[in-house]
């Protein structure tokens, strides 16, 4: 028996417009749009020995994302490879992006999963342009963009949707949602193709109530173009819901939010024995594909029988209600406002071996270079990109972090384990990293003698016999600068910073069985930034510092050593598994 929905399931959130945008073959078109000429040629990006995507011209001739050059240049022998190892160029781009796509919101809503998806809601945008609707013209109607300014907009056809819509039979359907997603899908129309024509960039937009929603819908038409979901959304007497019709066939793994490791338990429930991984995927996905319709059908499905399967060492409360309401298609997280300083930044490179004293030394200069450069980039109020001097900062970090990832020893075999674990050592900031007028190399020299290779002393205190295969340096522990109790757009940034993680938290909620908060939706520049570092156990230290123990993290892929988006593991071992 099914336990009456309308007493489980948390309220749906119909009354918002989200936007989902994905911007197409991302990497790529960065490279496109220094070089246009590019466009016409089939091109594609490595990194190690795979191409990491490739455009569409060379998906025309057969290429796809995650193929190995080899494969690549058999398939396309005259495919343009270019080298993608360095993506601050695709952070750059990513950020450019975001400013204009945020610039087209009133709420400041606007929230960057990684470098190539942006969520907008645009409730209130969409509100105000039916509350000028005229009812007796609706063909001939007229969107606002900006309030203070009714010339500003685009003349639109209220009547109808723009683009494509889930189902494709776009039927009349009076109810109020219907009006809204309307006017939100030539929204979405609007600055989709105005965000191509001004930066050249084409994107696929998703149009729908949720992040959820909206995210998987846009994948319907890629690329360059859109999708709305449309309703019934309700599930009345009667009704066939479209979010539950649409949602039935998705594989649980692919369900954003539902992480590989739960989504394997729910398989394992359901199959009633382990799944077939021979054939199968290594990550996240088997053979044997269980869709949300099998689980939310199965007999004694219930929020509490999810709570149980799922029950384990750290899994958050109220996981169970959780997962049965993103099986409905319910999410009601917050689109997060968009943010005025990163809460934390972190420049990394791994090795194939760092075991000397003067090497490390090199190394940890370099990183110390990087990591004020680009917080300068990132925390110096200015317009202008590179040159901030003179500048203020709008937000500075009080804590530095200094994380290795130690190889360890050789085998009896002479074989060596894999090993993921990372030790870190914090302390405080010293101020002079703080100042504008001096020379970036000098502060980078003094920070490394004065501060670094004592906190590397407390993770390594043997002289040597040590041999790393990552180094970090990050800066947390974000505080207002003085005086600066308000940002640009007058919010106060210590409430903001509390604001936006209680919502990445809500997003990143389903986490797995260690109670990290690492799940499949943790953004590429999150975990660039330095956001996923897994904290496992903290220990004091006398000296007003201390050390944590990072637990696995999964940014280097363990078979070809590629520094993999977390958001693309699932794809990139895929890959591994074809390529078997
Ligand atoms: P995607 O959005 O998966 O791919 P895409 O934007 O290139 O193509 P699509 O048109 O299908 O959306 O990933 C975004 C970028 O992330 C992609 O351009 C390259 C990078 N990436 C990696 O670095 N490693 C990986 O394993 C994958 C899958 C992507
Ligand atoms: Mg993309």
């Given at each position: 028996?099914?336990?009456?929905?309308?007493?489980?399931?948390?309220?749906?959130?119909d009354?918002?417009?989200?936007?989902?945008?994905?911007?197409?073959?991302?990497?790529?078109?960065?490279?496109?749009?220094?070089?246009?000429?590019?466009?016409?040629?089939?091109?594609?990006?490595q990194?190690?020995?795979?191409?990491?995507?490739?455009?569409?011209?060379?998906?025309r001739?057969?290429?796809r994302?995650?193929q190995?050059?080899?494969?690549?240049?058999?398939?396309?022998p005259?495919?343009?490879?270019v080298?993608?190892?360095?993506?601050?160029?695709?952070r750059?781009?990513?950020?450019?992006?975001y400013?204009?796509?945020r610039?087209?919101?009133w709420?400041?809503r606007?929230?960057?999963l990684?470098?190539?998806?942006?969520?907008?809601?645009?409730?209130?945008?969409?509100?105000?342009?039916?509350?000028?609707?005229?009812?007796?013209?609706?063909?001939?109607?007229?969107?606002?963009?900006q309030?203070?300014?009714?010339?500003?907009?685009?003349?639109?056809?209220?009547?109808?949707?723009?683009?494509?819509?889930?189902?494709?039979?776009?039927?009349?359907?009076?109810?109020?949602?219907?009006l809204?997603?309307?006017?939100?899908?030539?929204?979405a129309?609007?600055?989709?193709?105005?965000?191509?024509?001004?930066?050249?960039?084409?994107?696929t937009?998703?149009?729908?109530?949720?992040?959820l929603?909206?995210k998987?819908?846009?994948?319907?038409?890629?690329?360059?173009?859109?999708?709305?979901?449309?309703?019934?959304?309700?599930?009345?007497?009667?009704?066939?819901s479209?979010?539950?019709s649409f949602?039935?066939?998705?594989?649980?793994?692919?369900?954003?939010?539902?992480?590989?490791?739960?989504?394997h338990?729910?398989?394992?429930?359901?199959?009633?024995?382990?799944?077939?991984f021979?054939?199968?995927?290594?990550?996240?996905?088997?053979?044997?594909n269980?869709?949300?319709?099998?689980?939310?059908?199965?007999?004694?499905?219930?929020?509490?029988t999810?709570?149980?399967?799922?029950?384990?060492?750290?899994s958050?409360?109220g996981?169970?209600?959780k997962?049965?309401a993103?099986?409905?298609?319910v999410?009601?997280?917050?689109?997060?406002?968009?943010?005025?300083?990163?809460?934390?930044?972190?420049i990394?490179?791994?090795y194939?071996?760092?075991?000397?004293?003067?090497?490390?030394?090199?190394?940890?200069?370099?990183?110390?270079?990087?990591?004020?450069?680009?917080?300068?980039?990132?925390?110096?109020?200015?317009?202008?990109?590179?040159?901030?001097?003179?500048?203020?900062?709008?937000?500075?970090?009080k804590?530095?972090?200094?994380?290795?990832?130690?190889?360890?020893?050789?085998?009896?075999?002479?074989t060596?384990s894999?090993?993921?674990?990372?030790?870190?050592?914090?302390?405080?900031?010293?101020?002079?990293?703080?100042?504008?007028?001096?020379?970036?190399?000098v502060?980078?020299?003094?920070?490394?003698?004065?501060?670094?290779?004592?906190?590397?002393?407390?993770?390594?205190?043997?002289?040597?016999?040590?041999?790393?295969?990552?180094?970090?340096?990050?800066?947390?522990?974000?505080?207002?600068?003085?005086?600066e109790s308000?940002?640009?757009?007058?919010?106060?940034?210590?409430?903001?910073?509390?604001?936006?993680?209680?919502?990445?938290?809500?997003f990143?909620?389903?986490?797995?069985?260690?109670?990290?908060p690492?799940?499949?939706?943790?953004?590429?520049?999150?975990?660039?930034?330095g956001?996923?570092?897994?904290?496992d156990?903290?220990?004091?230290?006398?000296?007003?510092?201390?050390v944590?123990?990072?637990?696995?993290?999964?940014?280097?892929?363990?078979?070809c050593?590629?520094?993999?988006?977390?958001?693309?593991?699932?794809?990139?071992?895929?890959?591994?598994?074809?390529?078997?």
């Amino acid at each position: 028996m099914l336990p009456a929905k309308s007493q489980v399931l948390p309220s749906r959130r119909d009354d918002r417009v989200i936007l989902h945008f994905d911007y197409d073959c991302f990497y790529a078109s960065v490279f496109e749009a220094e070089n246009p000429t590019l466009k016409a040629e089939p091109l594609a990006v490595q990194q190690k020995q795979i191409i990491v995507t490739c455009n569409y011209e060379a998906r025309r001739r057969g290429l796809r994302k995650l193929q190995l050059i080899k494969d690549a240049r058999r398939i396309c022998p005259d495919v343009i490879i270019v080298l993608g190892e360095d993506i601050s160029r695709f952070r750059d781009a990513s950020k450019t992006l975001y400013q204009f796509l945020r610039s087209f919101s009133w709420n400041d809503r606007a929230e960057r999963l990684g470098f190539d998806e942006v969520w907008l809601d645009i409730t209130d945008m969409i509100e105000y342009n039916i509350s000028l609707l005229n009812p007796h013209d609706l063909v001939q109607s007229f969107f606002v963009l900006q309030k203070d300014d009714p010339t500003q907009g685009f003349a639109f056809n209220a009547t109808c949707y723009a683009g494509p819509t889930v189902p494709d039979n776009a039927s009349t359907n009076d109810e109020p949602l219907s009006l809204r997603l309307k006017l939100g899908s030539h929204l979405a129309f609007y600055i989709r193709t105005e965000l191509e024509r001004r930066t050249g960039y084409t994107s696929t937009v998703g149009i729908s109530t949720s992040k959820l929603l909206s995210k998987l819908v846009g994948n319907m038409h890629k690329p360059k173009d859109q999708t709305t979901l449309i309703p019934p959304y309700a599930c009345q007497e009667g009704q066939v819901s479209n979010v539950e019709s649409f949602i039935d066939d998705y594989e649980i793994g692919k369900i954003p939010g539902i992480g590989s490791k739960l989504a394997h338990r729910i398989r394992q429930h359901i199959l009633q024995h382990e799944p077939d991984f021979e054939k199968g995927l290594v990550y996240g996905e088997t053979k044997e594909n269980v869709t949300v319709k099998e689980v939310r059908l199965a007999e004694g499905m219930s929020p509490e029988t999810l709570d149980k399967v799922l029950a384990g060492p750290g899994s958050p409360h109220g996981i169970g209600i959780k997962m049965w309401a993103l099986l409905h298609g319910v999410d009601d997280t917050e689109v997060s406002f968009a943010k005025a300083v990163p809460s934390q930044i972190s420049i990394e490179d791994s090795y194939i071996r760092l075991d000397t004293l003067p090497e490390l030394l090199k190394q940890l200069k370099m990183l110390s270079c990087r990591l004020i450069e680009r917080m300068r980039i990132d925390l110096v109020t200015s317009d202008d990109s590179r040159i901030r001097l003179p500048g203020k900062w709008l937000a500075h970090p009080k804590t530095i972090r200094l994380s290795t990832r130690p190889r360890l020893p050789l085998n009896p075999d002479g074989t060596r384990s894999r090993s993921f674990k990372r030790i870190s050592h914090s302390a405080p900031l010293p101020n002079y990293v703080l100042s504008l007028t001096d020379n970036i190399d000098v502060l980078a020299e003094r920070l490394v003698n004065d501060t670094l290779i004592a906190m590397f002393r407390k993770l390594h205190p043997e002289k040597a016999g040590w041999n790393l295969s990552l180094v970090n340096l990050a800066v947390t522990n974000m505080a207002e600068a003085g005086g600066e109790s308000k940002t640009a757009n007058g919010r106060d940034i210590s409430s903001m910073f509390k604001r936006q993680e209680s919502v990445h938290k809500e997003f990143t909620a389903y986490a797995d069985e260690q109670s990290t908060p690492q799940a499949e939706l943790v953004p590429r520049t999150k975990m660039e930034e330095g956001y996923s570092h897994l904290v496992d156990s903290t220990v004091e230290l006398e000296d007003n510092s201390w050390v944590e123990e990072e637990d696995e993290d999964n940014e280097r892929c363990g078979i070809c050593g590629m520094s993999v988006p977390l958001f693309a593991m699932q794809a990139h071992m895929r890959f591994h598994e074809v390529d078997r």
